[in-house]
């Protein structure tokens, strides 16, 4: 029913900054909560950001708080993801997933939550 496809992601160096986006297509991107995921080798799947569906509600993994910054264009059906200051640590396969919603402005964080997956865009923070 929707199709979601990342990119933007690439090489970069600590301390740089990359946007990554996710195009919607299928459904338009004002019925879904969207939300980033991101999965780095041996390590187990982990939440980034959420957003409702209007763009007046985000939430942050500690992880990233301060440093990345969620946002929605509904009129473009396209999320985005501005990470900031850059940390090796950040290194992973970003994912983009949406999910319906029991109220507007609903977010959340859990991954088990989300009805539909992009296959992700690989971002590298080098030292």
């Known amino acids: 029913q929707v199709q979601l496809v990342e990119s933007g992601g690439g090489l970069v160096e600590a301390g740089g900054s990359l946007k990554l986006s996710c195009a919607a297509s299928?459904?338009?991107?004002?019925?879904?909560?969207m939300g980033w995921f991101r999965q780095a080798p041996g390590k187990e799947r982990e939440s980034v950001a959420a957003?409702?569906?209007?763009?007046?509600?985000?939430i942050y993994a500690d992880s990233v708080r301060g440093r990345f910054i969620i946002s929605r264009d509904n009129g473009k059906n396209t999320v985005f993801l501005q990470m900031n200051n850059l940390k090796p640590e950040d290194t992973a396969v970003y994912y983009c997933?949406?999910?319906?919603?029991?109220?507007?402005?609903?977010?959340?964080?859990?991954?088990?939550?989300?009805?539909?997956w992009g296959h992700g865009t690989q971002v590298t923070v080098s030292s």
């Open positions: 957003i409702d569906l209007s763009g007046g509600n985000t």
């Open positions: 997933a949406a999910r319906k919603v029991p109220y507007i402005a609903s977010v959340s964080l859990r991954d088990d939550e989300y009805d539909y």
């Open positions: 299928g459904r338009t991107a004002s019925s879904y909560g």
